[in-house]
């Protein structure tokens, strides 16, 4: 089977950083994804890995180490638009093609 | 920049009922996906498509569900009976047939199912 854990709520303050860590058991292991999720809304990507090590991408940042089965997602200078839920996907299967495993999200709230 | 684009943005049916959600995906692309996410749930797989004719289907995908690629752009789920449990999000995602590995979503359909 294929278990994706992801915390389910953080709260974070305007201008900080957050990071939403990610572990998955998977029966095999082809890329990690990102997605936003604004409420209502249709997930939007954000990042992908599928070597060790670290992506980063203007504000957001994401990390794999497959031998953990951990990555996280690093948001920095966070804004109120940033509010959403960070959903982390596993694409278990060897083939491009093959389905993403969803964890349940985290649901990120920015203060001010 | 091209996206996936789905119709109706709502649709409210009686238990019972067929339902055809519709969905088009991105030009270029050749792999289309049908995930759901029930409220307040994860985002579930359903069924992938390519080449005319289903890849891969989660067992959820069972007998009620059916989907089709009717012409050159469109990409249809069908519920045959509507249950009260299939009330959802649906999604329809579309991956381009190289270069990237990134699943474009469209903006989902909200089906309600009384």
């Known amino acids: 089977g294929q278990n994706i854990d992801q915390p389910t709520e953080m709260t974070a303050t305007e201008g900080a950083i957050v990071q939403i860590n990610c572990t998955y058991q998977?029966?095999?292991?082809?890329?990690l994804f990102w997605y936003q999720q604004h409420a209502g809304e249709a997930p939007t990507f954000l990042s992908y890995n599928v070597l060790d090590g670290l992506e980063e991408k203007g504000r957001f940042s994401s990390f794999l180490s497959r031998s953990k089965g951990y990555s996280y997602l690093l948001l920095k200078e966070l804004q109120m638009k940033d509010s959403a839920s960070y959903l982390c996907a596993v694409r278990a299967v060897p083939q491009r093609r093959s389905k993403l495993t969803f964890g349940g999200g985290t649901r990120v709230l920015v203060k001010p | 920049e091209p996206e996936v684009t789905q119709t109706p943005s709502h649709q409210v049916t009686q238990m019972g009922q067929e339902v055809i959600l519709r969905c088009v995906p991105i030009s270029n692309h050749l792999y289309f996906y049908w995930y759901r996410q029930i409220l307040g749930q994860k985002v579930e797989f359903l069924v992938s498509?390519?080449?005319?004719?289903?890849?891969?289907k989660s067992e959820i995908f069972d007998d009620q569900f059916s989907v089709e690629r009717p012409d050159g752009s469109n990409f249809t789920l069908k519920i045959r009976s509507t249950k009260l449990e299939d009330s959802a999000m649906y999604f329809c995602a579309s991956l381009p047939i190289r270069q990237e590995d990134t699943q474009y979503f469209g903006p989902g359909t909200r089906l309600t199912v009384l």
């Open positions: 498509f390519y080449n005319n004719e289903i890849s891969e």
């Open positions: 998977t029966s095999g292991f082809n890329g």
